[in-house]
């Protein structure tokens, strides 16, 4: 839980700085810029129905990784909860991803490249951390592709709406719903 918050921290800081630059510099939608505004309602929905489809590819994949991969011993590597704590880790790690990915780098790079190569560049610097996977073992190869396409369509999905809510909700239930479902 205290890594998760750390995390959080860390990820918000360029969304935050930014956001901070920017409202010095007299732009009235700073906050929007990093994604940071409510969306609407038919969002969130269309952001569940996203997180549950994500949540049953990431079971399907998860499913083929052998067992103690996944329930390494005394630790979790990327395994079910063992805890509220470690159910609100999830939520919370979720939330750094979205402003740093979404909020920060998606939102920059929209505005330098367009939506069609900049969410395929952010897709991509998604993906990167998520290969150190491969350091543990190389089984996990198959949530790569996962991985990828989750990050180009919360991309979208931060695109459309304008808001790092949906994608977090979203985000949040796709990592959530495995490990609560089948303990994946």
């Not at 409510?38 to 049953?56: E, H, M, Q, T």
């Not at 991803?97 to 790079?109: D, S």
């Not at 150190?132 to 991985?147: A, C, E, R, Y």
Request: net charge positive; with cysteine.
């Amino acid at each position: 839980m205290v890594s998760a918050l750390f995390e959080l921290v860390l990820f918000s800081c360029p969304s935050l700085i930014w956001t901070r630059r920017l409202q010095r510099a007299g732009q009235e939608e700073a906050l929007g810029a990093v994604g940071l505004r409510p969306a609407v309602r038919s969002d969130y929905l269309l952001a569940i129905a996203l997180g549950i489809v994500g949540a049953a590819l990431g079971a399907l994949l998860l499913s083929v990784i052998p067992s103690h991969l996944l329930h390494g011993g005394s630790k979790n590597i990327v395994g079910a909860p063992s805890g509220v704590g470690d159910d609100v880790a999830i939520v919370l790690l979720a939330l750094a991803e979205e402003m740093l990915f979404r909020g920060f780098v998606a939102g920059w790079l929209f505005r330098r490249l367009g939506f069609r190569t900049g969410n395929i560049v952010q897709a991509l610097i998604f993906l990167a951390p998520h290969t150190l996977l491969l350091l543990v073992d190389v089984s996990f190869w198959p949530i790569l592709p996962l991985q990828l396409i989750a990050g180009w369509t919360l991309g979208w999905l931060r695109n459309r709406t304008g808001s790092i809510g949906p994608c977090w909700l979203a985000h949040a239930l796709t990592n959530l719903l495995p490990a609560l479902l089948f303990g994946l």
